[in-house]
């Protein structure tokens, strides 16, 4: 007894190349949705490290003695911060409001930083995706109620 070819299913004329189109259309799809994942996942990761630099540069800035220094090392606290977390920011500003320095002994004052940070996202090179995207965190922290202040 000799046995013949079973097909499950006729090939029908026209289903040719159908799999060449799906995979035509399915592929760019398939790449814009993970390149879409990376830009989050990195914006996301910036926005955090943006929190904690200007977390970190209100407390330096707190702990300061004069509002000069204060200023400066918030800068610098920032800026050392962000390159520690391997942000690649384009371009970086840190404002700091030393205002509560002037406050008299025995009153409640807060130091303010505000850190914004472009970032880089040309590498991606997504339609919709801008070159840079800034992302901005302000905090604040309290000077020393009954420290002497200049």
Known sequence: ???????SRPLRVGERGSA????????PAF???????IFAG??????????????????TASIARTPTTAASDAKTTATSSLTAQHVNCTSM????????????VGTAA???AT?????????????GVPGTYAVTATAHSPVDTYRERR
């Open 93 to 104: 500003t840190v404002t700091v409001d030393t205002s509560g320095f002037a406050a008299p």
């Open 1 to 7: 007894m000799t046995s013949t070819p079973h097909r």
């Open 110 to 112: 807060t130091v303010t």
């Open 20 to 27: 060449a189109l799906e995979a035509a259309v399915g592929v």
């Open 31 to 37: 790449l814009l949705f993970v390149g879409l994942i």
């Open 42 to 59: 990195r914006v996301a990761i910036a926005t955090q490290a943006v929190d904690a630099a200007a977390a970190d540069a209100a407390r």
């Open 115 to 127: 850190v914004r940070c472009d970032l880089d996202l040309a590498d991606l090179a997504l339609p």
